[in-house]
């Protein structure tokens, strides 16, 4: 298996001008049809291949040389993904992969035509899947980042009227401190001019008052 993933990365490489001129899916389908053919001349003998590669011991290598694969393929074929879909579109080929390598086993049309034909479906199928996926991981990413926006722009307005609101209420206990501050005084300045009123209405009459009994002593003496 591993000699036969080698083999397809050069033919891919030989083949690079020709897949660049075909649709992703057909590019895709293209690849893994080249690797399948690998396995027509062992056919007869590949659901024991197959139960081998399954057995606990072999699972793990197994496992190991189909994703080799499907990464040698994406690569080969331009995939430059390093966001979620770098591990979709693998998963993607590896289960198409999969998935044919079994259909070939019980298909006696001419050429393995009828399987060709179902690997095309399941890889058009899966991409288009994998494309309403990506979108749907995009709007909700941009969903998310309108929320973030908005509740920012929510807590900056409830600081700002937190803010003036702190600031009214100081300039308001100043006003009110400065006309607390002022009212005694005030109170002081009209008691101190009533005073002066009275002492400058009443002072006349007392110094009349004073010289007509010293007048009337001195009569009397």
């Not at 179902?118 to 058009?124: F, K, N, Q, S």
């Not at 937190?162 to 005694?184: I, K, L, M, S, V």
């Amino acid at each position: 298996m591993e000699q036969c993933n080698a083999r397809l990365v050069e033919l891919l490489v030989q083949q690079k001008d020709e897949l660049q001129n075909l649709e992703l899916d057909a590019r895709v389908a293209k690849a893994l049809q080249l690797r399948l053919e690998m396995l027509v001349p062992y056919m007869d003998s590949w659901p024991q291949a197959l139960a081998v590669a399954a057995k606990p011991a072999n699972a793990g290598r197994s496992l190991t040389l189909l994703y080799q694969l499907v990464d040698d393929i994406w690569a080969a074929l331009g995939d430059q993904a390093t966001d979620s879909t770098w591990y979709t579109k693998r998963a993607l080929v590896a289960g198409a992969y999969t998935a044919t390598s079994l259909y070939m086993i019980t298909d006696y049309s001419p050429g393995y035509r009828d399987t060709w034909a179902a690997l095309r479906r399941r890889v058009a199928e899966g991409l288009a899947l994998e494309g309403r996926l990506e979108a749907l991981v995009l709007h909700t990413a941009t969903a998310a980042s309108a929320a973030a926006t908005a509740a920012a722009a929510a807590a900056a307005a409830g600081a700002g009227a937190r803010g003036g609101a702190a600031a009214g209420a100081a300039e308001g206990g100043a006003a009110q401190a400065a006309g607390d501050a002022g009212a005694p005084a005030a109170d002081d300045g009209r008691e101190a001019a009533a005073a002066a009123a009275a002492e400058a209405a009443v002072g006349p009459g007392a110094e009349a008052g004073a010289g007509q009994g010293a007048a009337s002593s001195a009569g009397r003496a």
